[in-house]
């Protein structure tokens, strides 16, 4: 217990310039969570204070009990596509009920050590799934910059210059916070024709408060909202994994995953409980986060607080906050996110592996929807595993006293069509499969070794099966119809 509380600690607190640096990144990522919250609102269908309050609170409790330090949670568009139909045909009562099973059914996931099933997420899903967000990224600033005037792209431009070119002033103040501070002075000092943070919708003019949903405690009430809640804990832990795994990437440092998932469930039942939708993960905000310097839990807070300051004491001067400013950081976080090199690795890497990482990218653009990319892309990848796999094996024949088979590789249900045709009829000959250099994997490889002795029992031989290692002995004396091993403390007999 005294080292979880130590690394606990280092996980706030390392020195005083490294918090300096988180309490800073914060900052830029609550003025770049507003217009997002207020989007996504607005994808919900709900009042922009239930984005608003959600990213408030989970951002907040995640920071305290969430596995990985510096990663931004917050009201996300993966989870707020889900509950347009929800809060349309029940109200929103019943997104805030939905919203805590949504956590109670993370924090069991969390016990029951789901998040392991990332073990089978392969590299080039991950780089898929990035490229695919940082593309989503760039084409969600379009409607800010289509239809507006010359100052628009001007403070736009300005804000990339700021951004790209101050570190190589200063690095102790994020180039991102000095572009929009910039940018607002600019644009607020001269009065000039540009949208606003305020523009998107109106901000909530004080803190939230607690209750419980206003909803019957009924099995007609858990009819309605389960299907909702098993899908948005589903999407929200698979994004929060996914960004954990690439906020792990990018500070070369291990999250603890398990605790990740809880976190995101404890998070999002409080959000509820305080009128907020439910949320996860953000790569967006993340990325800002730890190019900014933030990598502890101090920044992750910092962000949720001083985005409830600038909800309740700062309002009217965020409300005034030029959108151009922020579309500059959201394109600096959508270059930064994409996987460059991943262009010139579609030459050099394995063909399989270019095709998995595209298909992730386009199935998640056209149908922005991040859960049917990476399930896309996962499914495609255990198909071309499964297909090399399959190969990796041959039977070779031999005469001597009689014929012998020497099988070696991997027998499972992808390959036991190729294992079965390898062997012919042989008559009366005596047969030994010698399968020494084999292991059978599944009760579909057992079924294909019974019914080649039976073939060839059937056609008069007499068949002998020697070599089975330890494993595959136990499988087939489970399974088999035909032979059995006996195979006793790893002894094998003819």
């Given at each position: ?286 990325v800002i986060n730890v190019t900014s310097g933030g990598r502890s839990r101090l920044s992750t807070f910092v962000a949720g607080g001083f985005l409830l300051v600038l909800l309740t004491l700062l309002g009217p001067f965020v409300g005034r906050m030029p959108m151009p400013a922020l579309v500059a ?166």
């Amino acid at each position: 217990m005294p080292l979880i509380s130590r690394t606990y600690r280092r996980q706030w607190f390392t020195d005083g310039a490294a918090a300096r640096r988180d309490v800073l990144a914060g900052i830029v990522v609550a003025l770049a969570l507003i217009p997002e919250a207020i989007g996504f609102s607005i994808i919900a269908g709900v009042d922009p204070a239930v984005g608003l309050y959600a990213s408030v609170a989970i951002a907040i409790v995640i920071s305290l009990i969430g596995g990985r330090p510096g990663m931004i949670s917050a009201a996300t568009a993966a989870v707020a596509v889900l509950i347009g139909p929800l809060v349309r045909d029940h109200g929103v009562a019943y997104l805030f009920a939905a919203t805590i099973l949504m956590g109670v059914i993370q924090i069991a996931a969390g016990l029951l050590r789901l998040d392991l099933v990332m073990q089978f997420v392969s590299r080039s899903v991950i780089t898929g799934f990035v490229n695919a967000l940082a593309i989503l990224i760039f084409l969600a600033q379009l409607p800010q910059l289509t239809g507006v005037t010359w100052h628009s792209y001007a403070l736009v431009a300005g804000g990339l210059a700021i951004i790209y070119l101050f570190p190589r002033v200063t690095k102790a103040v994020p180039s991102p916070l000095v572009a929009i501070l910039v940018l607002s002075a600019i644009s607020i000092g001269l009065a000039l024709p540009v949208n606003t943070v305020g523009d998107m919708g109106r901000l909530p003019d004080g803190l939230p408060g607690l209750a419980l949903p206003q909803v019957p405690l009924t099995f007609e009430t858990l009819r309605i909202i389960l299907p909702y809640s098993l899908t948005m804990a589903a999407v929200g832990l698979l994004e929060s994994l996914l960004t954990a795994q690439i906020v792990d990437d990018m500070t070369d440092s291990d999250s603890d995953k398990r605790r990740e998932c809880a976190g995101q469930g404890g998070a999002n039942i409080v959000a509820a409980l305080f009128g907020g939708m439910g949320g996860c993960a953000m790569i967006g905000q993340s990325v800002i986060n730890v190019t900014s310097g933030g990598r502890s839990r101090l920044s992750t807070f910092v962000a949720g607080g001083f985005l409830l300051v600038l909800l309740t004491l700062l309002g009217p001067f965020v409300g005034r906050m030029p959108m151009p400013a922020l579309v500059a950081v959201m394109v600096m976080v959508s270059i930064g996110t994409f996987s460059w090199n991943s262009i010139a690795n579609l030459r050099r890497h394995p063909a399989t592996s270019s095709i998995v990482m595209l298909t992730t990218v386009v199935v998640v653009v056209a149908t922005r929807d991040l859960s049917l990319g990476v399930l896309a892309g996962v499914l495609l990848s255990g198909i071309f595993f499964a297909g090399k796999v399959q190969r990796m094996f041959a039977v070779e024949r031999s005469m001597d006293d009689g014929v012998t088979y020497r099988v070696t590789g991997e027998i499972f249900f992808a390959s036991v069509d190729r294992f079965t045709r390898a062997f012919r009829p042989e008559g009366t000959t005596p047969v030994t499969i010698d399968v020494s250099g084999a292991h059978f994997w599944d009760i579909s490889g057992v079924g294909a070794l019974d019914k080649i002795v039976a073939r060839l029992r059937r056609d008069g031989a007499v068949v002998d099966v020697i070599g089975y290692n330890r494993a595959s002995a136990a499988l087939v004396d489970r399974f088999a119809l035909h032979d059995k091993t006996g195979v006793e403390l790893g002894v094998v007999p003819h």
